[in-house]
């Protein structure tokens, strides 16, 4: 059906159609939005996996020093951002592994340093 006005000409079939369109669109944002939710899910589930399947390698780190009378220390480094792993002698508390050592910690904390002074820049 088409209705003239001021001479401009419209069509009812052209309206139903892209009104089709829309609802057609619409029910594809719908299943992309149930796709990423679903594969947030997944990756959230993923990921509480390995932080357990990391639990479980700790444990077994702590049970095979436990045997060699020594226990481990994992502590992150304020200025670095990165693990830093020491192995204690349990009798005497005496550190007898870091990793990585504390002379490479200082040459990455330096270099960080540099890095920054040399990158600044004023816009």
């Known amino acids: 059906m088409r ?11 052209v309206i139903r159609q ?3 369109q829309v609802r ?3 029910r594809s944002v719908e299943t992309i939005r149930r796709d990423i939710e679903k594969k ?3 990756s959230v589930q993923e990921a509480t996996l390995n932080s357990e399947e990391l639990q479980k390698v700790l444990k077994e780190i702590r049970r ?3 045997y060699l009378n020594r226990y481990l220390k994992i502590d992150i480094d304020d200025q670095l951002e990165i693990p830093v792993v020491k192995i204690f002698e349990k009798d005497t508390n005496r550190l007898i592994r870091q990793i990585p050592p504390d ?9 960080d340093q540099m890095l920054g002074v040399l990158l600044s820049e004023r816009v």
């Open 103 to 111: 002379y490479l910690l200082e040459l990455m904390r330096r270099i």
């Open 64 to 66: 095979k020093l436990d």
């Open 3 to 13: 209705v003239n006005s001021k001479g401009s000409e419209l069509d009812f079939e």
């Open 24 to 26: 057609d669109m619409e």
């Open 18 to 20: 892209v009104s089709r």
């Open 40 to 42: 947030a899910k997944e």
